[in-house]
């Protein structure tokens, strides 16, 4: 990859990609490419699009949040494995947890992470709103992340049970960002959390605007959230 820019996006940003991590997102890339064509996986598959608009916008939370000290993530909804997949490859030391409704892309994430040789990722099948009742997933992690998978009031139902007090969910979203926090004012004080400020960002090439929206768990999640599947998105709490 060494006639792509992504490196220097990365360098810009603080991250210094090993060789062995280089050459991990080009197996990532070319394990996505491939098995999308029996899996509905993502509709980028062009190598240039999938660098910036998956790996670059993935890794873009960890340029306003220290990785380095958390241990846990939870990537709710994670399809191909975005966002926590580019985290794992530039941060091996975290231990990922994947959530997904899907079995054959979690059949997909398995496969990858065989091939990528990484360890401490685990998977989930099931809906975000059975597994965040189960005690060995809620308030367990030091942060939970997703990208998207729903509107900001029915995400914070979804991804703020599964953190532990002081840890964070973090929300991965497009040009509405901002509109969509204003939405969540409600969802975030029901679920035990607090708003940090929020990020901005543009994609280095093609320029379209990113919000990170970041909540710390400030409160315990009361105990009847998240309500049962499928209820945050019909009656979204607003
Ligand atoms: N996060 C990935 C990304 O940014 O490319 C995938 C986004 S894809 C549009 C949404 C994914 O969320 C799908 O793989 C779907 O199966 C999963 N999903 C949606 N609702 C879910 C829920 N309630 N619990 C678990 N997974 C869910």
Redesign the pocket.
Known sequence: MKDHPFEGWLHHQGIHLTEKQSHQFDLYYRMLVDWNKKVNL?SLTDRDDVYEK?FYD?LSATFFHDFQKDNSII?????????SLPIKICYPHLHIVI????KK?IAFLESLVKELNVENVSFVH????D?AHDTSHREQYDIAI?????KMPVLTE?CLPFVKKDGVFMA?KGSNGINEKEEAGKACRTIGGRWLSPHALTLPNEESERYILTMEKVDATPRKYPRK?GTPAKKPLL
């Open positions: 993502t998956h993935s990537d709710i909804g994670a399809g191909a494995g975005f966002p959530v997904d409704s899907l892309r099931g809906r975000a709103e597994v997703a990208r998207a998978v729903a979804l991965l599947a």
